[in-house]
């Protein structure tokens, strides 16, 4: 089945340790996107790519990176991960800007 | 600045009733409207969607309303049960934009 994917569903990390976040398609879309969930809070979109093409939300802090090596892969780096970036980080996709966003399943984040 | 308001936070309906969560937006720079469905521990899942130039669209037991003067829309679910206990997040999407600004979110009890 076509399938957004993250990995890993859980990461636990210490404070100030860098972290990356996966998520890849199979389902062949244009555009991935990274949000930040935070507990009993809506979605909030960090960055996203249109193809190779980056857009970052202004209040996205730097700590935050992103990487799309490929159509199938994209990557969220936190560099320095403090304990209120501790939240539920979903990956989406959408084949262009008309069509549905697909929601991966999330990785919840732990910061020590 | 783009808001989406979300009523109620939190719903509790007797099986086989009707569920309606209730949004508002300030922004007329809006060009889709989608609802979203989580299940704890999942990324949010596509429910329904309407464009600005339609009033009402029903998909089976769940029903977008729409009232472009009142800048309001609803979801209806009708013969709510209990496998519909989720949070449910209504959206609007930024004209000529990929971004979707998110309700707070509801989360629905159905007791059975």
């Known amino acids: 089945d076509a399938m957004v994917i993250q990995n890993p569903r859980y990461q636990v990390t210490q404070f100030g340790k860098p972290v990356t976040l996966s998520c890849s398609q199979t389902?062949?879309?244009?555009?991935m996107y990274w949000y930040q969930q935070k507990s009993s809070q809506a979605p909030k979109l960090l960055f996203h790519?249109?193809?190779?093409?980056?857009?970052n939300e202004a209040d996205t802090p730097d700590n935050f990176q992103s990487r799309r090596p490929n159509t199938s892969f994209c990557f969220l780096d936190i560099r320095s991960p403090g304990l209120g970036d501790a939240a539920m980080y979903l990956c989406a996709t959408s084949r262009d800007r008309w069509g549905e966003q697909f929601f991966g399943p999330g990785t919840r984040l732990t910061v020590l | 600045q783009q808001q989406v308001k979300q009523s109620p936070q939190s719903l509790i309906v007797q099986k086989g009733g009707i569920s309606i969560i209730n949004c508002a937006y300030e922004n007329t720079a809006f060009d889709y409207f989608p609802w979203y469905q989580q299940f704890p521990g999942k990324g949010p899942a596509l429910l329904i969607a309407?464009?600005?130039?339609?009033s009402e669209k029903k998909e089976g037991r769940f029903t977008i309303s729409f009232n472009k003067s009142a800048k309001q829309f609803s979801l209806h679910i009708m013969d709510s049960q209990p496998g519909d206990s989720a949070t449910y997040f209504c959206a609007a999407r930024a004209s000529g934009t990929y971004k979707y600004i998110f309700g707070t979110g509801t989360r629905l009890k159905v007791l059975a």
């Open positions: 790519y249109y193809d190779k093409d980056f857009n």
């Open positions: 389902l062949n879309h244009n555009v």
């Open positions: 309407i464009r600005p130039d339609v």
